[in-house]
């Protein structure tokens, strides 16, 4: 049985998000916030001026590196994003709340002309695409007698707090959850670059399904792989296909609009997982069981094992070991 635990510690290095990333990342945000300062201020009296807060993988430092993508002129491209709040806070006695298409004009103008490329509407929020690929998702709240509602456009004002799910799940972590939510969102990635028809959960789907089936472990490939057998497994139960948002609005099963196909695609990638963690560990050679996962899973990011079985490690430990516990003779014997 070959043990992994080393090639997934040395995966997560390589997929993490680097330091220099992140702040790359921050200085986007830092001159997006004053821009968008700037046109409020410029144009909305005081009561209307906008605060802002993080949110997302980036807070929640779950974030992983995209592969490398290449647009029609053969530029490479990083596709990190970034989810940046944007809030409306009313004060006592004012009722400044405006239409959700309102809102969603206002930031929408604030950033038109802020990169080469035009922001992009979205339902949910408006983002601002840069020539790198990277893009900042603004999503728009409104707070009132405390409570904070999302400005969405099919569904007009929702119940939405982003800041209590990336604390709920600052709360229940350890380093090792960290890695194991990467190590989902870096499976997504390579599998959906690699197949234009699959379309994964989202991150934020994937972080509840692993903090909420986290088996934890001494080793990662154990860990990682136990975790996804309970994932699997609590799927394919009976009306066992939902994921349950853990904050508000708690009790949301964010898998409610899965058409049937994109159900049954996700669950027989999930299973076509568990069985080649599965294969990879009943392989003794190091080499061989790496190759299953870089292959069929994770791509070339994923080291490749040593050449050499799991079992000739094992007696090499016992003998050092061994030779270790040898009494020596006295000096001059």
């Known amino acids: ?192 670059i690699n197949n234009s028809n699959l379309k994964f959960p989202s991150g934020f789907e994937l972080t509840i399904l692993a903090a909420n089936n986290y088996v934890e472990d001494d080793n990662d490939d154990k860990a990682f792989r136990e975790t996804v057998r309970k994932i699997d497994t609590e799927l394919n139960k009976p009306n066992g296909f939902k994921c349950l948002r853990p904050t508000t609005p708690k009790g949301e099963d964010v898998f409610y609009n899965y058409t049937i196909s994109r159900k049954n695609n996700f669950l027989s990638t999930l299973k076509s997982l568990l069985n080649d963690l599965e294969r990879a560990k009943d392989d003794k050679n190091f080499k061989k069981a790496s190759e299953i996962l870089r292959n069929n899973h994770f791509g070339d990011r994923f080291p490749l094992g040593a050449d050499k079985d799991e079992e000739e490690k094992s007696n090499n430990l016992g003998k050092s070991l061994g030779a270790a516990s040898i009494t020596p003779k006295p000096y001059g014997y």
């Open 1 to 192: 049985m070959a043990v992994l635990h080393k090639e997934f510690t040395e995966f997560n290095k390589k997929i993490r998000l680097s330091e220099s990333r992140r702040e790359m990342l921050k200085a986007s945000r830092k001159d997006i916030k004053r821009k968008i300062r700037k046109w409020f201020k410029d144009n909305k009296p005081t009561e209307l001026q906008p605060k802002f807060h993080g949110q997302g993988s980036f807070e929640m430092f779950t974030g992983i590196n995209p592969i490398p993508m290449k647009d029609d002129d053969g530029n490479t491209l990083l596709k990190f994003d970034l989810d940046f709040g944007i809030y409306f806070i009313e004060k006592e006695e004012e009722d400044n709340k405006q239409t959700v298409e309102t809102w969603h004009n206002w930031v929408y103008q604030s950033v038109e002309d802020h990169t080469s490329k035009k922001p992009v509407r979205k339902t949910t929020c408006i983002r601002v695409i840069y020539s790198d690929g990277h893009h900042i998702d603004l999503p728009i709240y409104y707070k009132h007698d405390d409570i904070i509602e999302l400005a969405h456009k099919s569904k007009g004002w929702i119940e939405s707090d982003p800041k209590e799910f990336y604390e709920w799940f600052n709360n229940i972590k350890n380093a090792q959850l960290e890695r194991i939510v990467r190590y989902f969102k870096a499976w997504k990635n390579y599998k959906e």
